[in-house]
């Protein structure tokens, strides 16, 4: 009884660590494709800025602070104190939302810069947001366990979700903007899965 007993234990302690690796391959995975974005919106941004006329640049200069982005509706953190006292689980979910709110109008993404720019496919834009989320979503399963999502945020529509697309393409502000606001919100789901990652660590120094 005791040697079955043992099996019993061993092979529950293998089947945790293996989840447990999966898990963290899931969220490195996760981190390596949010850091490639922001990376990407970076560059798009500066692309556009170098593409544009000096006095197109003071016009620029002068929408700082961004005033509103489609994402200020999506309720997060508001700081770094804020961020790093918040649970795994809710980090997680707002990243989520932040990119679904990006799947739809990421297709435009590609008309706010000259074709001379070098800014990548649009499509690939899509579908890196795409199984970002995807990835998002396996993680939250995770970390509820089984348990049943109590998120009802999760399933409500954004309000104007189609905010960036009735931007006029000729527009230089609500080009900027809509840039902008990539760059900003792909920044913000890096610095969340940072901290997640390390709430999973259960380290209490998730320093940003």
């Excluded at 490639?36 to 640049?57: C, G, T, V």
């Excluded at 002068?62 to 999506?74: A, G």
């Excluded at 527009?171 to 940072?194: G, I, P, Q």
């Amino acid at each position: 009884f005791s040697l079955v007993l043992l099996s019993v234990v061993l092979v529950s302690l293998l089947v945790n660590q293996g989840r447990a690796s999966d898990n963290q391959r899931l969220f490195n995975n996760a981190v390596i494709r949010v850091q490639h974005l922001h990376q990407l919106a970076a560059k798009m941004i500066n692309d556009f800025e170098d593409s544009l006329l000096p006095e197109e640049r003071r016009q620029l200069s002068k929408i700082f602070p961004l005033s509103f982005c489609n994402s200020d509706y999506i309720e997060a953190p508001t700081g770094k104190d804020e961020t790093q006292k918040s649970s795994m689980l809710k980090l997680l979910r707002i990243s989520f939302r932040l990119i679904e709110s990006w799947e739809f109008p990421s297709q435009t993404l590609s008309g706010t810069v000259s074709n001379s720019l070098t800014v990548g496919n649009p499509n690939q834009i899509t579908e890196k947001l795409a199984d970002l989320k995807m990835g998002i979503s396996v993680l939250i399963k995770g970390c509820l366990d089984g348990q049943p999502n109590m998120d009802d945020n999760d399933s409500l529509p954004l309000p104007f979700e189609d905010f960036y697309l009735t931007m006029g393409e000729n527009n230089l502000r609500e080009s900027f903007r809509l840039l902008a606001c990539f760059k900003k919100d792909m920044h913000k789901v890096e610095t969340y899965l940072r901290v997640a990652n390390c709430r999973r660590s259960l380290d209490s120094n998730c320093t940003l």
